[in-house]
């Protein structure tokens, strides 16, 4: 899970709130046979055959034999756009975003209107960072399909990227509208709509997301920090609890419900928040050290000391910057 850091600054470091991945796209499409309406093969040809048995490898996990098969099909019928369709599929799980963006080429090139070849050579501009010609594969795969919600959803994300907020945000509630229950829709227009300082509308798109998904633990994290913008410290501090309870373990839930009970002065549960987290996490040095800081405040000298000289060991430079409080050079 990709991480950014939002520090939050008191009398001394404490440590960072985190907010997770800013936007997310969703994976490319499925091997589906729409659009095959040029050089389509009758189920006995030998071309169909060795399709066929390239997608039973495939789905075996033998990636690069099924590239041999669909190989085969090629070379018996260079038009077959659903082999260059289900080559460029391989080639992009392999990470040959080039190839695959040569297949899907090919195929769109001999049938114009494959949607979805237009829609995964758009996911792998983007792992290439062709965003701008990403956007126009997307726009050409909704005007061939209308009511595909997905091309809408990564044309927004690709439109975050370049800078296109407002764009980004029409193209998501566009896609909501198609789908109301499109939870990554709600969750990176919120991630937007957060991006461009509506942390209310943020909050509301976080809650939806939630609703629809209550193990999605990035959208705690980001519901957390769009909370702690608006002064909703109480409400933040709900978050954190209801994340730990609804999700897998995380270190940085802990950390940042330590760190709002922490700005909240309420010390003594603030110390058992990272408590609660070392118990989960033992190695977590920024743990460690917003537990010391925590002790620190509440009057526990010498167990601030122990957490910070534990947090120094487990590499958190921050700690030791407070050990000479301990009487140390």
Same mark, same amino acid.
């Given at each position: 899970?990709?991480?950014?850091?939002?520090?939050?600054?008191?009398?001394?470091?404490?440590?960072?709130?985190?907010?997770?991945n800013?936007?997310?796209?969703?994976?490319?499409?499925?091997?589906?046979?729409?659009?095959?309406?040029?050089?389509?093969?009758?189920?006995?040809s030998?071309?169909? &055959? %060795?399709?066929?048995? @390239?997608?039973i490898?495939?789905?075996? #996990? +033998?990636?690069? $034999? =099924? *590239?041999?098969? !669909? /190989?085969?099909?090629?070379?018996?019928?260079?038009?077959?756009?659903?082999?260059?369709?289900?080559?460029?599929?391989?080639?992009?799980?392999?990470?040959?975003?080039?190839?695959?963006?040569?297949?899907?080429t090919?195929?769109?090139?001999?049938?114009?209107?494959?949607?979805?070849?237009y829609?995964?050579?758009?996911?792998?501009?983007?792992?290439?960072?062709?965003?701008?010609?990403?956007?126009?594969?997307?726009?050409?795969?909704?005007?061939?399909?209308?009511?595909?919600?997905?091309?809408?959803?990564?044309?927004?994300?690709?439109?975050?990227?370049?800078?296109?907020?407002?764009?980004?945000?029409?193209?998501?509630?566009?896609a909501?509208?198609?789908?109301?229950?499109?939870?990554? &829709? %709600?969750?990176?227009? @919120?991630?937007?709509?957060?991006?461009? #300082? +509506?942390?209310? $509308? =943020? *909050?509301?798109? !976080? /809650?939806?997301?939630?609703?629809?998904?209550?193990?999605?633990?990035?959208?705690?994290?980001?519901?957390?920090?769009?909370?702690?913008?608006t002064?909703?410290?109480?409400?933040?501090?709900?978050?954190?609890?209801?994340?730990?309870?609804?999700?897998?373990?995380?270190?940085?839930?802990?950390?940042?419900l330590?760190?709002?009970?922490?700005?909240?002065?309420?010390?003594?549960?603030?110390?058992?928040?990272?408590?609660?987290?070392?118990?989960?996490?033992?190695?977590?040095?920024?743990?460690?050290?917003?537990?010391?800081?925590?002790?620190?405040?509440?009057?526990?000298?010498?167990?601030?000391?122990?957490?910070?000289h534990?947090?120094?060991?487990?590499?958190?430079?921050q700690?030791?910057a407070?050990?000479?409080?301990?009487?140390?050079k």
């Open positions: 899970m990709d991480k950014w850091v939002v520090c939050i600054l008191l009398a001394v470091c404490l440590s960072g709130c985190r907010q997770a800013v936007n997310k796209q969703i994976k490319q499409g499925t091997d589906s046979l729409q659009n095959e309406t040029v050089a389509s093969h009758p189920v006995d030998l071309a169909y &055959a %060795y399709l066929e048995s @390239g997608r490898m495939y789905e075996n #996990g +033998d990636k690069l $034999g =099924a *590239i041999a098969e !669909y /190989n085969k099909a090629i070379e018996i019928d260079s038009n077959y756009a659903v082999a260059y369709y289900k080559r460029g599929k391989v080639s992009s799980d392999l990470k040959d975003y080039k190839g695959a963006i040569a297949d899907y090919k195929a769109i090139k001999i049938n114009p209107e494959y949607a979805n070849a829609y995964n050579r758009g996911w792998n501009k983007s792992n290439i960072g062709d965003n701008t010609d990403a956007i126009d594969d997307y726009t050409k795969a909704i005007n061939i399909n209308p009511k595909d919600a997905e091309s809408y959803h990564n044309r927004g994300w690709n439109k975050s990227k370049i800078g296109d907020k407002k764009g980004a945000i029409k193209d998501y509630t566009e909501i509208r198609i789908n109301p229950k499109y939870a990554d &829709a %709600y969750y990176n227009r @919120g991630n937007t709509k957060s991006d461009i #300082g +509506d942390n209310t $509308g =943020a *909050i509301n798109d !976080y /809650n939806k997301v939630i609703e629809l998904n209550p193990q999605h633990i990035d959208t705690y994290i980001n519901l957390g920090v769009a909370q702690y913008e002064r909703d410290y109480e409400g933040e501090i709900a978050t954190y609890r209801l994340a730990i309870k609804n999700c897998s373990p995380d270190a940085d839930l802990y950390n940042n330590g760190r709002a009970l922490y700005d909240l002065k309420r010390f003594k549960e603030a110390a058992e928040a990272y408590g609660e987290g070392i118990k989960a996490f033992p190695s977590d040095g920024k743990l460690y050290y917003g537990r010391g800081l925590a002790r620190n405040q509440s009057g526990d000298k010498n167990g601030a000391c122990e957490d910070w534990r947090s120094s060991e487990l590499g958190c430079l700690a030791n407070l050990l000479p409080l301990c009487g140390e």
